[in-house]
T-cell receptor
Framework: AQTVTQSQPEMSVQEAETVTLSCTYD???????LFWYKQPPSRQMILVIR??????QNATENRFSVNFQKAAKSFSLKISDSQLGDTAMYFC??????????FGKGTSLLVTP | DGGITQSPKYLFRKEGQNVTLSCEQN?????MYWYRQDPGQGLRLIYY???????QKGDIAEGYSVSREKKESFPLTVTSAQKNPTAFYLC?????????????FGPGTRLLVL
């Protein structure tokens, strides 16, 4: 079974600071994809960033970047210059040979003024 | 604007009643999914569909049923056999069923039992 672990249930960061959210996963597959989704208070899941396992280069999307360590099975999300609108639940998800996304339990991020 | 719509936003179910959650997409996606989210949990897959008139059970399909009569629509019925239906339900779609395809989500429906 594939598992995704997010070890930080809650985090907080001050506006304009940088924060890193952790995610580890377990798989025996070699070809897979990793995602970070954001769920704001509206509860709609929004894709933040995705990473292909065969690519060594870490994905970036504006203020969001990942640190993908394939050997360690680690996929952390870094948010730079945090904004109040970044306040949300963040879910790490994993897709391989199955058709479902395997989700972690989420990290609740609070950005404070 | 292309996107996924879900209705209603809130739904109340009485004991022994079947209820249907609507999901519509205009993204021209072939694959559609239903997930369930419980407090403090990630999402779990209920059903998915690759094409019209075809769908498969996910990890927690018991007590649920679906249909896929049109490419744009993938309604989910929560039957009376589902003993703990209170949850947040999310519909998603992707271009196809490939693992490389990003899934895009609707705004969700919250189901409560009276």
């Amino acid at each position: 079974a594939q598992t995704v672990t997010q070890s930080q249930p809650e985090m907080s960061v001050q506006e304009a600071e940088t924060v890193t959210l952790s995610c580890t996963y377990d798989t025996s597959e070699n070809n897979y994809y990793l995602f970070w989704y954001k769920q704001p208070p509206s509860r709609q899941m929004i894709l933040v960033i995705r990473q292909e396992a065969y690519k060594q280069q870490n994905a970036t999307e504006n203020r969001f970047s990942v640190n993908f360590q394939k050997a360690a099975k680690s996929f952390s999300l870094k948010i730079s210059d945090s904004q109040l609108g970044d306040t949300a639940m963040y879910f790490c998800a994993f897709a391989n040979s199955g058709y479902a996304l395997n989700f972690g339990k989420g990290t609740s991020l609070l950005v404070t003024p | 604007d292309g996107g996924i719509t879900q209705s209603p936003k809130y739904l109340f179910r009485k004991e022994g009643q079947n209820v249907t959650l609507s999901c519509e997409q205009n993204l021209n996606h072939d694959a559609m999914y239903w997930y369930r989210q419980d407090p403090g949990q990630g999402l779990r897959l209920i059903y998915y569909s690759q094409i019209v008139n075809d769908f498969q059970k996910g990890d927690i399909a018991e007590g649920y049923s679906v249909s896929r009569e049109k490419k744009e629509s993938f309604p989910l019925t929560v039957t009376s056999a589902q003993k703990n239906p209170t949850a947040f339900y999310l519909c998603a779609s992707s271009i196809d069923l490939g693992l490389a395809e990003t899934q895009y989500f609707g705004p969700g429906t919250r189901l409560l039992v009276l």
